[in-house]
């Protein structure tokens, strides 16, 4: 739901605190812990509060699908193991990625301020959500953040025939003084997967360039997209090189699996994908040098000195301040479809 479209719906606007509530119930009530269903519904709250639409509450239904297919383990308790001075593994367990790294995140950070830098591999998870509320936390508390995850194939190699990566986002957060943290978080293929599908709930065309039908024929139909066609890499050969280190940080180092080597076809309704995430996270007080929230601040001053207008994440921050004044809207029938969700 873009604001345009708010504008001209019925709406009703909730605080984050009733928004979240309201999706900790949907997820308690379709089979979750109330420890996943806590933090799934916190980073979906804030997703839409932030007009990441696509990974709002647009995401509910895909989330309720796989846990009833029985392809995800909602009651999953993730195994934390301290590895190394600066490195920790989890076991998701077959569960949500989000939890997994909301129990490690105490010590991932207390890594981090000890050893100037730790890692987190998180593996056997499914992540379905947005990448830059993981990484957004750490960014606000003086420490600079990376991950990255992949998920199911759909995106065509450069120079390939056929779909092999994910759209395998990548999430970058650091501190700014005295404003928000620069935070990014793209996806690798030319759009993301949830955008796509929004446009095909809409009706709307996309832009050339962003995926093929099934027989390889580029196509601006979204539906195509989605019915056996695949997308493509940003920037061609450059945006696929990204999304194969993607496969091997978030897969190959953290024992997860492949965009390509999990099968669902025995769960029917499963949509999320079955892979494994890394985060870095970095100390900068640790480099010795100038005060690193300073020196962001400073290439940002110098940004807009040369004409830049708007920052990555500028109008997730302008919307989240709206949000904050005056509620979070929902249209109504699909706050209605929610609130039965809840029942």
Not at 103 to 132: C, D, M, Q, T, Y
Not at 187 to 202: E, L, N
Not at 316 to 334: C, M, N, V, W, Y
């Amino acid at each position: 739901m873009s604001e345009s479209d708010a504008s001209v719906q019925a709406v009703e606007s909730l605080s984050l605190e009733q928004l979240t509530t309201l999706l900790q119930q949907i997820f308690e009530r379709h089979g979750t812990s109330h420890t996943v269903a806590r933090v799934l519904a916190d980073n979906c709250a804030r997703a839409q509060r932030d007009g990441s639409y696509s990974h709002g509450v647009f995401r509910i239904p895909g989330y309720l699908s796989s846990l009833a297919s029985r392809w995800v383990d909602g009651q999953a308790s993730p195994q934390v193991e301290d590895v190394a001075s600066g490195f920790i593994r989890v076991d998701a367990a077959n569960g949500f990625a989000q939890p997994a790294l909301a129990a490690a995140r105490g010590l991932l950070v207390e890594k981090a301020r000890s050893a100037g830098i730790a890692v987190l591999a998180i593996r056997n998870s499914h992540h379905f959500a947005a990448l830059w509320p993981d990484v957004e936390p750490f960014a606000e508390e003086g420490l600079v953040a990376l991950s990255v995850v992949n998920s199911m194939t759909c995106v065509v190699p450069h120079g390939a025939q056929k779909p092999l990566f994910g759209t395998n986002p990548i999430a970058f957060a650091a501190p700014r003084a005295d404003d928000h943290p620069i935070v990014f978080d793209l996806a690798t293929s030319a759009i993301a997967h949830g955008d796509v599908q929004i446009a095909a709930r809409k009706g709307h065309e996309l832009p050339a360039g962003m995926g093929v039908d099934r027989r390889g024929e580029p196509t601006q139909d979204p539906k195509a997209i989605l019915d056996g066609g695949a997308l493509l890499p940003f920037g061609g050969h450059k945006g696929s090189a990204l999304s194969m280190m993607v496969e091997l940080l978030a897969a190959a180092l953290t024992g997860g699996n492949f965009s390509f080597e999990f099968d669902w076809s025995k769960h029917p309704g499963a949509q999320t994908p079955w892979t494994g995430q890394l985060l870095i996270v970095i100390d900068p007080s640790k480099s010795g040098g100038n005060s690193f929230a300073g020196r962001s601040a400073e290439l940002v001053r110098q940004m807009h000195a040369v004409g830049l207008e708007r920052l990555p994440g500028d109008r997730r921050f302008k919307t989240r301040a709206q949000s904050l004044e005056h509620g979070i809207p929902l249209a109504i029938d699909e706050l209605a479809k929610l609130r039965a969700l809840a029942q």
